[in-house]
């Protein structure tokens, strides 16, 4: 798997480095690396993070800018492995397998639903289509930067491309009864078939034309997109909830030789030896309220702490707006109460997401030379009572809770949706 470059360190490096050193004293910092430090020094210079440890014996640059952040939790900033946030667009009505729409020409980097993530501390995002199509498209890997275009939020591989992954969907949603869709689940995963196989045909002539220009395939860009998942470039992110739609997923995989994650994996409780087994990770939502769709009837609070213990590397998501990107900590609140152990539950929410985008060499842990994003809550993160203070991407505050217009974004009110991102707050103190 290619491993990924954050774009700050390259060509957007000046715009958001800072080259004074910042440095928070006296909080409990939860580095994820390592156990807690009941009282904690985090230092920050140039986007990455330069030291971590405890006060009185991690050391601090003389001309460091200091952040008292005493009674107070830093965490890594929090990564979401599954969000609709930017307000992204699948494919269209007219085939059910779309693997040349991209994400990267529909996300609008004025939405509020950004704001509102960067206000649950969310740092790092796969924003993605719906799972309204057996394969909806490219995924996107995202840094909530605040950006003027989707550029200067984007994640890049070590060769220049951006980063993200590949969305696939089975089950009801994807099902449709009109159309070109297929209708019965034995159909969806016919067609997904089917398209892999042609691509690796597709494969086949491009190796076999070799340097000859003239027996090269014309391009398509529907089968050039699965070149990178059979080649292992891509990681397909694969909506699924019913335990034999997972086992369907998994066995595609099996098939085809792709890197895959399980996403929702409803039913993951009743086949996690069989998710173990595969080596996929899964990517868990938690849903706290009754309802939904009827293949989610057997939903459990305890499927991330059976899927964890089976061995299974679990991550949790969003899927917003089905989970508000405010309220993403309560998944690991959530999964404690249902059993799940805290520091497993932290790391789902950072480290393990990391993994699941393989992105976890720069961001999901309080680490010297990795990113230096991190979220500062007023008290513990998994209490009903605490909120989101202060949210840092690369060394550079994007969320401020004490400034009105950021405090919008966090609690709502009038003004919090507006996607244009330019609500004019003193006009409205004016009213």
């Not at 000046?14 to 006296?26: K, N, P």
């Not at 694969?238 to 099996?254: E, G, N, V, W, Y």
Request: aromatic residues 4%; proline residues 5%.
């Amino acid at each position: 798997m290619r491993r990924i470059a954050v774009l700050s360190l390259c060509a957007c490096a000046s715009l958001w480095a800072q080259s004074r050193s910042i440095a928070f004293t006296g909080a409990r910092v939860i580095p994820i690396a390592g156990p807690e430090i009941p009282s904690g020094v985090v230092v920050v210079q140039n986007g990455r993070i330069l030291a971590v440890g405890p006060v009185g014996s991690t050391p601090i640059p003389n001309d460091a800018q200091k952040v008292d952040t005493t009674g107070k939790v830093i965490m890594p900033g929090l990564v979401d492995s599954h969000s609709h946030i930017g307000g992204p667009e699948g494919g269209d009505s007219s085939a059910p397998l779309q693997p040349e729409a991209r994400v990267l020409d529909s996300v609008n980097v004025r939405a509020a639903s950004i704001r509102k993530a960067q206000a649950g501390g969310i740092t790092t995002s796969n924003v993605m289509s719906g799972s309204g199509h057996l394969l909806s498209g490219q995924t996107l890997y995202l840094k909530l930067r605040d950006g003027n275009t989707i550029d200067d939020l984007l994640i890049h591989n070590d060769d220049g491309s951006i980063a993200g992954g590949i969305k696939m969907a089975n089950g009801t949603n994807s099902r449709r009864a009109t159309g070109p869709f297929p209708g019965t689940r034995a159909k969806s995963a016919a067609l997904a078939r089917e398209l892999f196989i042609k691509a690796i045909e597709y494969r086949d002539k491009i190796k076999q034309a070799g340097s000859d220009a003239s027996k090269m395939p014309a391009r398509d860009l529907r089968l050039e997109a699965l070149l990178d998942v059979l080649d292992g470039k891509r990681t397909v992110q694969f909506h699924s909830h019913r335990q034999d739609d997972l086992m369907t997923a998994l066995r595609l995989a099996k098939e085809f030789n792709f890197k895959i994650v399980l996403h929702h994996a409803t039913d993951g409780w009743m086949v996690a030896d069989e998710i173990a087994k595969a080596g996929a990770p899964c990517s868990v939502i938690v849903i706290d309220s009754p309802g939904g769709k009827i293949e989610t009837k057997d939903l459990k609070f305890e499927t991330a702490m059976v899927l964890d213990k089976a061995g299974v590397l679990v991550g949790f998501h969003t899927d917003d707006p089905i989970t508000d990107s405010r309220l993403f900590i309560r998944s690991a609140a959530i999964a404690v109460r249902a059993g799940m152990p805290r520091e497993k539950a932290l790391q789902a929410m950072t480290i393990n997401n990391a993994k699941i985008l393989s992105l976890d060499k720069h961001v999901g842990s309080l680490e010297p030379g990795k990113d230096a994003d991190l979220v500062v809550f007023s008290g513990d993160p998994l209490s009903v009572y605490t909120h989101v203070l202060e949210t840092w991407v690369e060394g550079k505050k994007v969320f401020d809770r004490s400034k009105p217009e950021d405090r919008l974004y966090a609690v709502g009110g009038r003004g919090a949706s507006h996607d244009d991102g330019e609500f004019n707050w003193e006009e409205e103190e004016g009213n």
